[in-house]
């Protein structure tokens, strides 16, 4: 209701021309708040208030616009402009947007950065995607071990203007190297004439700069850091991880993971800025494949197609199995994939995990064979024999899924793959072959097809 409402004076304050007022009440606003009310207007509206807002504030709302907006607004703009917004971006903030721009746009922001933020951008771009490097930020403040208290807090007020966060401060040795960490608090509260290596915390976690993302998430949640050092092989500092960051981090790789778990190309565009052609593309490789993978089943049923005629009564019963252990596959599968991810479960946990899930098959299984037994008997009224078919196959089909579902994951991570890439429709289509076999095998000894 506020946002709206935020949204409301913004377009009656453009509608009646009232620039002053309407970069008074953008002052006073959040920069995310400012950047969704700029985001629900024209593209004409939103130029008119990105050129009303003050230049610093406009270089921190536009960090929080898509990239469309983004690309439109720095197309836009002239040399001067938008040399001012990249110059007052943060290096990580930038470095995102470049990766994002057309060449030609790239080539005009570089050309009229300045040179200390064309030298930070470069060394960003420097690094794999998805690493730790290609996430930092170089604007961070650096002490040395042998000053006082009160120089320290006096280079932060110099350099803390520009850094990402002051809250932390790392001490170097003249080669850059990581000697350690000193929390602004600290500073605060010890004596002016205290030296900066006698107060300083020396056992540092770092990060180093090739480490993937989704590792880099795992260590914040582990030591519920807010931003951590990112160092090279000689344990130099190269730059610093923010928690921001991270909370970005975390929505892309739990997106991509869905994406992967319903089988679609992972995409990094939103849903309604993605064409249909796109995401036509994004799906048609893994339900091609997966429909060539479920013809298996279709050749199981063929091949006992003489059984099927003399008891057609097993028939109904196919639907029920193979749905079933295709939705125990899929529990098993998220919950391992879930471990996986979280760094709960390793390769070498594969045994105890089976064990675990065997256990967990064998009880499941029995259950849903009990209820199943008596629901064929009473409701269906078929015969003993049929229905212990049924329940029989039941309790197999659960045991494999679940099985298939654990394994198959750890399997993938161990071969380097996404674990995500085997959950529920790969494990479903491999599930229902093997629920279909069994079926077929116990129907075959019990009845004497």
Same mark, same amino acid.
């Given at each position: ?7 409301? $004076?913004?377009?009656?304050?453009? /509608? ?13 606003? !959040?920069?995310? +708040? ?11 509206? *939103? ?31 002239? &040399?001067?402009?938008?040399? @001012?917004?990249? !110059?007052?971006? *943060? ?16 080539? #005009? ?10 030298? /930070? ?20 403040? +650096? ?29 170097? &040795?003249?080669?850059? #190297? ?24 020396? !056992? ?34 190269? @730059? ?7 909370? /970005? ?99 070498? /946990? ?93 129907? $075959?000894?019990?009845? @004497?097809?």
């Amino acid at each position: 209701m506020e946002e709206r409402m935020q949204f409301e $004076t913004v377009q009656e304050l453009l /509608d009646t021309k009232q620039y002053t007022n309407l970069r008074q009440f953008l002052s006073e606003l !959040n920069d995310a +708040d400012i950047a969704a009310c700029m985001e629900e207007l024209g593209q004409e509206s *939103m130029l008119k208030v990105f050129r009303i807002l003050p230049k610093d504030l406009a270089a921190d709302v536009f960090s929080y616009l898509d990239v469309d907006n983004q690309q439109m607004i720095i197309t836009s703009l002239t &040399d001067k402009e938008a040399a @001012g917004i990249i !110059n007052n971006l *943060m290096a990580d903030d930038a470095t995102d947007l470049l990766e994002e721009m057309p060449a030609n746009v790239v080539k #005009k922001l570089l050309a009229n950065a300045s040179p200390e933020v064309r030298r /930070d951008i470069n060394h960003l771009l420097r690094y794999p995607e998805d690493s730790a490097g290609s996430l930092m930020t170089v604007e961070y403040v +650096d002490l040395k071990e042998n000053l006082t208290v009160d120089q320290a807090i006096e280079r932060i007020r110099k350099v803390g203007v520009d850094s990402e966060t002051i809250n932390i401060c790392y001490v170097l &040795d003249p080669q850059r #190297k990581l000697l350690g960490t000193v929390a602004l608090r600290y500073l605060l509260l010890s004596r002016g004439d205290e030296i900066i290596g006698d107060i300083m915390h020396e !056992n540092v976690i770092a990060i180093h700069t090739l480490m993937d993302q989704e590792e880099v998430a795992r260590q914040f949640k582990k030591y519920d850091f807010t931003s951590m050092p990112v160092v090279d092989n000689e344990n130099r500092l190269v @730059g610093i991880i923010t928690v921001d960051d991270i909370v /970005d981090i975390m929505e892309e790789e739990a997106t991509e993971d869905m994406e992967k778990m319903a089988a679609i190309v992972p995409s990094d565009k939103p849903y309604m800025k993605t064409s249909v052609w796109e995401t036509y593309k994004k799906r048609i490789p893994w339900l091609l494949l997966l429909m060539v993978s479920a013809t298996f089943t279709g050749q199981i049923i063929t091949s006992f197609e003489d059984a099927l005629t003399l008891y057609v009564g097993l028939n109904a019963f196919i639907p029920m199995l193979m749905d079933t252990g295709g939705n125990a596959g899929g529990q098993a599968s998220v919950t391992v994939i879930r471990g996986l991810s979280l760094g709960e479960i390793e390769y070498r /946990d594969v045994a105890k995990v089976m064990w675990k899930e065997m256990r967990v098959a064998v009880l499941c299984g029995l259950s849903l064979a009990a209820a199943n037994f008596a629901k064929l008997l009473i409701l269906d009224r078929v015969g003993v024999m049929i229905a212990l078919v049924v329940c029989l196959t039941l309790v197999a089909a659960v045991l494999m899924a679940m099985l298939v579902g654990c394994v198959l994951p750890v399997l993938a991570k161990r071969l380097g793959f996404d674990p995500a890439v085997m959950a529920s429709p790969f494990i479903t289509t491999i599930v229902d072959a093997l629920s279909l076999l069994a079926y077929f095998r116990i129907a $075959t000894g019990i009845l @004497g097809l």
